[in-house]
């Protein structure tokens, strides 16, 4: 766990974390996966990684971007993770994007980004998950991650990789837990005071509730928290 001061060191953490995985996976295996979350909390690593520092370092050509969840809204649409991310960085780097198409509706946009992600990782059986190198997540002060919201269907699915959600309004499409649980890591981005009680709830008292955001076990891989004080300060020291 890492515990910074504010926002900018988050992001700062996150960035170095990014570009060195996809510095040590660039070499061996020639190309590295990444998902991306979509809130405001990533808006500082994406600032840092449309910097000269990290626009340089990081083997952008051997990177494929891919996103936790998306809304149901065109691509140009304020509200859309891709623009974010597009617009801050993306458009100026040689990574491959996998834009979940949101603009078709949930079930339709989750049924080809499922396809997509199967293509993109091999997968064969209808059981077989992708193993991204690191998946991005926030964190919602009601314990939701990605577009799994508490009380979701998506959030029963078992085999499927990407799941419609008509919880909220647009609708998203989402990476459901069986697609995160399979990442090499899953890295936490959380900041502010309003996400400390979930934090301490699903970090030090076991998510008895169940919220969505700590049933993000990785299977075979890290599990990686990075808060800034306001978010971490009801933890124990311990943690
Ligand atoms: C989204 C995100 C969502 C977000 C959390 C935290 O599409 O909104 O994927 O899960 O990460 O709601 O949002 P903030 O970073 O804005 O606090």
């Not at 304020?78 to 974010?84: G, I, V």
């Not at 991310?85 to 989750?110: C, D, M, S, W």
Request: charged share 25%.
């Amino acid at each position: 766990m890492h515990r910074l001061a504010g926002p900018v060191e988050v992001g700062r953490k996150a960035a170095s974390l990014l570009s060195e995985l996809a510095r040590e996976a660039a070499g061996p295996k020639g190309k590295f996966s990444v998902a991306l979350s979509g809130g405001s909390t990533p808006e500082r690593l994406f600032e840092l990684l449309a910097s000269d520092e990290y626009r340089i370092s990081i083997p952008w050509a051997s990177m494929d971007v891919f996103w936790a969840d998306e809304r149901c809204v065109p691509p140009e649409d304020e509200r859309s993770n891709f623009r974010l991310a597009y617009e801050t960085f993306l458009q100026n780097v040689p990574a491959k994007t996998h834009r979940i198409r949101g603009e078709l509706g949930p079930e339709r946009a989750a049924e080809l980004y499922e396809k997509e992600l199967r293509e993109f990782f091999g997968l064969e059986g209808a059981h077989s998950m992708p193993r991204f190198d690191v998946i991005f997540l926030g964190l919602g002060a009601d314990g939701h991650t990605a577009s799994l919201f508490p009380g979701s269907e998506a959030i029963g699915e078992k085999y499927r990789l990407a799941a419609p959600v008509h919880d909220v309004e647009p609708g998203r499409v989402t990476l459901t837990l069986p697609a995160i649980n399979h990442a090499a890591r899953v890295a936490f981005l959380v900041t502010g005071r309003q996400k400390a009680p979930v934090a301490r709830h699903i970090i030090e008292e076991g998510n008895q509730r169940g919220y969505p955001a700590g049933l993000v076990q990785p299977v075979k891989g890290e599990l990686i928290w990075v808060l800034d004080a306001e978010a971490a300060a009801q933890l124990t020291a311990k943690s």
